[in-house]
């Protein structure tokens, strides 16, 4: 079968690259055949098990890839004839059966990739909102189960069980694996890119990297994000969320001083910006506006690259900022958008001005319990000199806030009042 030899350590780095590299894609292609996502991670599994134990000694095949999904087929249909008492299995197992049969030209043949087709199924308005992200990335990526719950803040029985229960109810409901019709298309590729962006911000909110629970999710979200605008070229939201996503990250090593202390995003040093990354998320901005509709998460990325000027010019573009908010508060009609246009608006204007839009959202519950409206409060309040008022902002905010560096940040602040 293989006409490599390999060492017990090559044959694990061929597992592990194909694994990479083509978990998603071959779970997505036997999924769609089986209609049972559990069964065809099941199969996969199987498949990786015995290539770890064959290939040290037959050799990689030439193609990894093909060589796990002939046997991950084989594991399929024969778990499927254990079960097939019913008209719908034999259908499924008829779905399988002629690869079986496949010679090895067939074998090597490319094998479609139908991880978008499994991104929308995961994404079915059928599957709990929760569950959606966690289950893109144990389908797609083979993250396991354990690892998402602790990134999600859950128990990983609780996690394994909702996970369990999104794949059933696939099977059960019948999700189908494929693309939505064009109309439909908007609306279910919204809830994929949610999706994908709430794995990332799982990750984003550990900027330095030192939980476990949250490692690589920020990378993970991204590649999802590279596969899904891979994918859907012409999808100026897809472009535009990875570019968002991009942009993001092209700051990590600045948000955080070498004390480990919190540095805010006007304070950071652009020079610890990773220029590829953000040259890579304006080349997709650029690609997402010349398809001329626009969307949020263009939006969201345009301010980035508004903010990213500062690497050329030493201050912030802040009308710019404070326009991008409006059209996307206009957009959205989101609160927290708001928080964010007053504080780009108060750079323009002044303090009381970016204070009078805080004002416009201040009745809304959903800004009660969140730490960012009231340090921007504090923050407007303290330049405004109302200094009570401001110490008042700044005891909220550091109340809410979950991060014991951004927590000393806010302390700072108001002790210098």
């Given at each position: 079968m293989g006409d490599v030899t390999a060492s017990a350590d090559a044959a694990r780095w061929a597992a592990e690259t194909a694994a990479r590299h083509s978990y998603g894609k071959l779970v997505a292609?036997?999924?769609?055949?089986?209609?049972?996502?559990?069964?065809?991670?099941?199969?996969?599994?199987?498949?990786?098990?015995?290539?770890?134990?064959?290939?040290?000694?037959?050799?990689?095949?030439?193609?990894?890839?093909?060589?796990?999904?002939?046997?991950?087929?084989?594991?399929?249909?024969?778990?499927?004839?254990?079960?097939?008492?019913?008209?719908?299995?034999?259908?499924?197992?008829?779905?399988?059966?002629?690869?079986?049969?496949?010679?090895?030209?067939?074998?090597?043949?490319?094998?479609?990739d139908d991880r978008l087709a499994l991104l929308f199924a995961c994404a079915h308005p059928a599957i709990e909102r929760s569950?959606?992200?966690?289950?893109?990335?144990?389908?797609?990526?083979?993250?396991?189960?354990?690892?998402?719950?602790?990134?999600?803040?859950?128990?990983?029985?609780?996690?394994?069980?909702?996970?369990?229960?999104?794949?059933?109810?696939?099977?059960?409901?019948?999700?189908?694996?494929?693309?939505?019709?064009?109309?439909?298309?908007?609306?279910?590729?919204?809830?994929?890119?949610?999706?994908?962006?709430?794995?990332?911000?799982?990750?984003?909110?550990?900027?330095?990297?030192?939980?476990?629970?949250?490692?690589?999710?920020?990378?993970?979200?991204?590649?999802?994000?590279?596969?899904?605008?891979?994918?859907?070229?012409?999808?100026?939201?897809?472009?535009?969320?990875?570019?968002?996503?991009?942009?993001?990250?092209?700051?990590?090593?600045?948000?955080?001083?070498?004390?480990?202390?919190?540095v805010p995003l006007g304070q950071q040093d652009p020079r610890l910006w990773d220029t590829t990354l953000i040259d890579a998320a304006e080349r997709l901005l650029h690609q997402a506006s010349a398809l001329r509709v626009i969307g949020r998460f263009q939006l969201e990325a345009a301010v980035q690259s508004a903010h990213v000027i500062r690497r050329f010019t030493g201050h912030t573009d802040w009308p710019a900022v404070a326009q991008l908010y409006g059209a996307l508060a206009e957009l959205t009609g989101s609160p927290v958008v708001e928080i964010n246009r007053a504080v780009a608006v108060a750079e323009c204007e002044g303090a009381a001005r970016g204070l009078e839009i805080l004002d416009s959202v201040a009745d809304d519950p959903r800004v009660a319990n969140y730490q960012p409206y009231w340090a921007a409060r504090a923050h407007l309040l303290q330049r405004s000199g109302a200094r009570e008022a401001a110490d008042a902002a700044y005891a909220q905010a550091i109340g809410l806030e979950l991060d014991p560096a951004v927590r000393r940040y806010l302390q700072q602040q108001r002790n210098g009042l």
């Open positions: 292609f036997l999924s769609r055949r089986t209609r049972d996502v559990a069964a065809a991670q099941d199969a996969l599994s199987a498949a990786f098990e015995a290539a770890l134990q064959q290939w040290p000694v037959q050799g990689v095949p030439a193609s990894p890839e093909a060589w796990l999904m002939a046997v991950a087929k084989r594991q399929a249909i024969d778990a499927q004839r254990r079960t097939a008492t019913s008209d719908a299995a034999t259908d499924d197992l008829l779905l399988l059966t002629p690869a079986s049969t496949e010679d090895r030209e067939d074998a090597d043949r490319a094998i479609p569950v959606r992200a966690p289950l893109m990335l144990q389908t797609v990526l083979g993250l396991d189960a354990g690892s998402i719950a602790s990134a999600f803040l859950v128990p990983p029985t609780t996690m394994g069980q909702r996970l369990s229960r999104a794949k059933a109810k696939i099977k059960q409901a019948g999700i189908p694996f494929k693309l939505p019709e064009r109309e439909d298309l908007p609306e279910r590729l919204d809830t994929v890119l949610e999706a994908i962006y709430a794995a990332f911000t799982q990750g984003w909110s550990d900027p330095a990297g030192l939980d476990p629970r949250h490692h690589n999710l920020s990378d993970e979200g991204i590649w999802l994000g590279q596969l899904v605008a891979a994918l859907l070229p012409n999808e100026p939201e897809a472009l535009g969320m990875l570019a968002l996503m991009l942009h993001a990250h092209a700051r990590r090593a600045a948000r955080r001083d070498a004390s480990g202390a919190y």
